[in-house]
């Protein structure tokens, strides 16, 4: 029987074949197997010491009684059973990090892109319209990212070279934190005050749910570009909408929506100056490879400790 079992979800369009064969790749001495039916992940999860996939069941942790280890093949973790998965005494890794270098990219495009006038060249391409137009400079921008995690950290990185002005928010701002200025949540007004380009990458906490709200949009700049790669109801959609409206806000990139999916009557589907994406800013070639890495470096650190536990990305239960 299968020692690690890889559930059956495809992800942004890419076979789970090619993640069990990452793993294969990385663990050669362990028997790797797709569960591709709900009979199968019944029976293989039976004796398997590690399954992985993008959710799992309390009747699925019933059945597993050898199982040790769920591998997530998300970063996010507030939708599975935590309570179920501690009194199976299973360990939760997530997959932190395996996004990060490709969304810190569709943040700082997102950024260039509105700042350069793009989605405006774009228009008017389409019109066959050959007019100039204004742009800004990204140059000499105050940019501020919520959240500095795997993803924050990334967009921060990358922002290295554009001769910016980096300011950061976190839970714990007196960690060392690579940002000209650091805040914590109850200093987000200060941080975002005269922030050009805001980025949400924080986690949806109690905390950060509705984080953006009006009175949070009313302290941000009427040029600021806000781009929500974090979860969508860290936004108040409809302080959002009304903060467009009133052009309180410059524009904003939402590849995370409340209500997701957003539907396709939303107002926000109709702005100039608001850009829709998916949810699809974690699209990556790389992601299984990615995913596999963490997952492997984990079965191979428990083998050697003879416990599940100080492993990466682990969520403390």
């Known amino acids: 029987m299968a020692d690690i079992v890889v559930r059956r979800d495809n992800i942004h369009g890419m076979a789970v074949d090619r993640y069990a064969t990452a793993l294969r790749d990385r663990l050669p001495n362990h028997d790797v197997e797709v569960a591709r ?6 029976d293989l999860v039976a004796d398997a010491t590690v399954l992985t996939g993008s959710s799992v069941s309390e009747d699925l942790l019933d059945a597993a009684d050898s199982l040790r280890l769920f591998a997530s093949t998300y970063a996010g973790y507030d939708h599975l059973p935590l309570d179920e998965l501690a009194a199976h005494d299973v360990a939760l890794t997530t997959a932190s990090g395996v996004h990060a270098p490709n969304v810190a990219e569709h943040v700082v495009g997102a950024w ?11 228009r008017r391409q389409a019109d066959h319209v050959w007019q100039s137009f204004k742009s800004n400079d990204f140059a000499g921008s105050r940019v501020c990212v919520v959240g500095m995690g795997a993803i924050g950290s990334a967009i921060v990185d990358r922002l290295d070279g554009f001769d910016v002005e980096t300011v950061a928010v976190r839970h ?6 690579p940002t000209d200025e650091v805040y914590g949540y109850d200093d987000v007004h200060e941080a975002v005050e005269d922030a050009r380009y ?9 905390e950060t749910r509705g984080l953006v709200d009006a009175d949070l949009l009313t302290t941000m700049h009427p040029e600021t570009v806000l781009v929500n790669i974090a979860r969508g109801p860290v936004v108040d959609t409809d302080a959002l909408v009304d903060a467009l409206q009133r052009n309180h806000v410059g524009a904003a990139a939402l ?5 997701e999916p957003l539907p396709n009557d939303h107002r926000l589907w109709d702005f100039e100056n608001v850009l829709v994406t998916p949810h699809n800013a974690g699209h990556t070639p790389s992601y299984f490879d990615r995913l596999a890495d963490i997952v492997a470096e984990n079965v191979r650190r428990a083998e050697e400790t003879g416990a599940w536990d100080g492993l990466q990305n682990q969520i403390s239960l």
């Open 198 to 206: 805001v980025a949400l990458a924080c986690p949806l906490t109690a």
């Open 37 to 42: 039916t709900p009979a199968a992940e019944r």
């Open 255 to 259: 590849d995370v929506t409340d209500p």
């Open 172 to 177: 714990s701002p007196e960690k060392d934190t």
């Open 112 to 122: 260039l892109s509105f700042a350069r006038g793009f989605f405006t060249a774009r």
